[in-house]
């Protein structure tokens, strides 16, 4: 199975500042995703993001917010732009492979 | 993605069979059932999945009715590291394609001395 990398695992930040989430895998891999799990809640689909391509947003979340790079087949990152209390969450990244999906521990985020 | 339906929270007393059902009345010809599971703190861990034929692996057993409109996990012997929220979820899947995994509210197991 594949071993997805996350950076940070976790942050403190400032209101109206922005964070950048870094995603790397020990292979490569098409497909990669990025969620977000607020406080005691199910994980909800942030993006899907394609190498080469851009990322397609789910209902709810916008470009602006969130911009994702995905430079290669191994890496990818989340932007949390401009936050705000409401974005303390976890995000996870997350890739398929053949029939099943992988998750990073995530990167537990608190805005202050 | 179809729709599951499972209880919110399910209690269990450890090495007893633990099992955890859902309802996907909805799911299509071409969709599997998966189930995930997200012990605290932690990212979601895969554990099974299935199309129509009953499935197991170290971990856990699948079971699909013939209608293939509800299913049922089945953790053999309980213990209190099985403590975790579980989903089950509906999805294309097999080996040659790929779906995004969309994650509903899920069952909160907790295993119990």
């Known amino acids: 199975s594949a071993v997805i990398s996350q950076k940070p695992s976790r942050d403190i930040c400032q209101r109206g500042t922005s964070l950048t989430i870094q995603c790397q895998v020990d292979?490569?891999?098409?497909?990669m995703f990025w969620y977000r799990q607020q406080p005691g809640q199910s994980l909800t689909l942030i993006a899907t993001?394609?190498?080469?391509?851009?990322?397609?947003?789910e209902s709810g979340f916008v470009i602006d917010k969130f911009p994702i790079s995905r430079p290669n087949l191994t890496f990818s990152t989340l932007t949390v732009s401009n936050m705000s209390p409401e974005d303390s969450s976890i995000y996870l990244c997350?890739?398929?492979?053949?029939?099943?999906?992988?998750f990073g521990q995530g990167t537990r985020l608190t805005v202050v | 993605d179809a729709k599951t339906t499972q209880p919110p929270s399910m209690d269990c007393a450890e090495g007893r069979a633990a099992n955890l059902p859902c309802n996907h009345s909805?799911?299509?010809?071409?969709?599997?059932v998966y189930w995930y599971r997200q012990i605290h703190s932690q990212g979601p861990q895969y554990i099974i999945h299935?199309?129509?034929n009953n499935e197991t692996n170290e971990m856990a057993s699948l079971i699909i009715t013939e209608d293939r409109k509800s299913s049922t996990l089945i953790l053999p012997h309980a213990t209190l590291r099985d403590t975790a929220v579980y989903y089950c979820?509906?999805?294309?899947?097999?080996?040659?394609?790929?779906?995004?995994?969309?994650f509903g509210p899920g069952t909160s197991l907790s295993v119990i001395p």
């Open positions: 997350s890739l398929g492979q053949g029939a099943e999906a992988f």
């Open positions: 292979s490569q891999v098409t497909m």
């Open positions: 993001a394609n190498q080469g391509s851009e990322a397609t947003y």
């Open positions: 909805t799911i299509s010809g071409n969709e599997y």
């Open positions: 299935g199309l129509k």
């Open positions: 979820i509906v999805r294309v899947g097999g080996k040659t394609s790929y779906d995004k995994v969309i």
